[in-house]
């Protein structure tokens, strides 16, 4: 049964940094893409970041509001996804998720992984939260 389980949100000053975690389990994380999202009250889920999985070139991507400031990492024996989050600012405010395409893997690839609906699994979500 896939599961994914997030951790290592919080509470901190603009321009500080937080390593969030994502624990999955059920699948062969490396055969398969994953995702981070995030979401604001009152706004869309929004793509964070991904590595393809299906393609066997386990490509990364970032949105354009993170880039330079994130870092998303999997390690694949342990079974854990990363999101280094640093310089971070007011409107990384959100909950984060993630999570992972797995009936429609072939799909996900550079031009569409910011999609949500491509992805089958989502963990319950971290909150961070970011002071000025």
């Known amino acids: 049964q896939v599961h994914l389980v997030e951790s290592g949100g919080g509470l901190v000053q603009a321009g500080g940094s937080l390593r969030l975690s994502c624990a999955a389990n059920?699948?062969?994380?490396?055969?398969?893409?994953a995702g981070w999202f995030r979401q604001a009250p009152g706004q869309e889920r929004e793509g964070v970041s991904c590595i393809t999985g299906s393609d066997g070139k386990h490509s990364t991507y970032y949105a354009d509001s993170v880039k330079g400031r994130f870092t998303m990492s999997r390690d694949n024996d342990k079974k854990m996804l990363y999101l280094e989050i640093n310089s971070l600012k007011p409107e990384d405010t959100a909950v984060y998720y993630c999570a992972t395409g797995i009936f429609r893997a072939l799909e996900i690839d550079g031009s569409n992984w910011h999609a949500a609906e491509l992805y089958d699994f989502w963990g319950q979500g971290t909150q961070v939260t970011v002071s000025s």
């Open positions: 059920g699948f062969t994380l490396e055969h398969y893409a």
